[in-house]
């Protein structure tokens, strides 16, 4: 069964910390990654994604993360945060041996202090 | 752009009542899901559907029903409403393409509150 973990439930930083917010998955083979934004309220929205080629993948409002197979791991990252930032953030997964089914994380509550 | 409308965006039923929520997409994308996301927890699913008229089950599926009778629109009824049933329920669709996989748009999701 693939799973997708992430290992902090709260991270608080200041505006302009960098901030790194952690996701593992486990699964073997092939895997698509995601990371997703949700605002107060809201629905998800898309932030990058991952599937092959270069490991680390650029997302929108300076977001980035890192695929490292040997780590199984995910990990979004961002240089200076704003305080618009503060949301939760959810990692996500799916085999490509399980279709279109994709997996999430609990989430990373992420509130950013001016 | 495309949006997608989930309604109602508040549900307020009672035990054992039978609550039906939709999704409507514009994005003319062919695989939609639903998601449940309980408080504190990630999003589980529950059905997905690849094309119009099919469906597939999530690791959520017991206690729902799914119908995906046109393209654009995916339902969802929860089969009988469980007393202090609180969570949100989660529309989404992705565009074709296999490295669009982890790629979802999701609608603003419906509250549902059972008495």
């Known amino acids: 069964t693939q799973t997708v973990s992430q290992s902090d439930a709260h991270v608080t930083v200041f505006e302009g910390d960098s901030v790194e917010l952690r996701c593992n998955y486990s699964y073997g083979g092939s895997i698509y990654l995601s990371w997703y934004i949700q605002h107060h309220g809201r629905g998800l929205q898309f932030l990058l994604k991952?599937?092959?080629?270069?490991?680390v993948v650029q997302g929108v409002n300076g977001f980035e993360a890192e695929f490292s197979k040997s780590d199984s791991s995910f990990h979004l990252r961002k240089a200076s945060v704003h305080w618009s930032d503060s949301a939760v953030y959810f990692c996500a997964a799916a085999a490509t041996s399980s279709g279109q089914k994709l997996v999430f994380g609990q989430g990373t509550i992420l509130k950013v202090y001016l | 752009g495309g949006i997608i409308t989930q309604t109602p965006k508040f549900l307020i039923g009672q035990e054992g009542q039978k609550l039906t929520l939709k999704c409507q997409q514009n994005f003319n994308h062919d695989t939609m899901y639903w998601y449940r996301q309980d408080s504190g927890k990630g999003l589980r699913l529950i059905y997905y559907s690849i094309t119009e008229n099919d469906l597939q089950k999530g690791d959520l599926s017991e206690g729902y029903d799914a119908s995906r009778e046109k393209k654009s629109s995916f339902s969802l009824t929860v089969t009988s409403a469980q007393k202090n049933e609180m969570a949100v329920f989660l529309c989404?669709?992705?565009?074709?393409?296999?490295?669009?996989?982890?790629?979802?748009?999701f609608g603003e999701g419906s509250k549902l509150t059972v008495l």
């Open positions: 989404a669709s992705r565009p074709p393409g296999h490295t669009n996989t982890g790629q979802l748009y």
């Open positions: 991952y599937y092959s080629g270069n490991p």
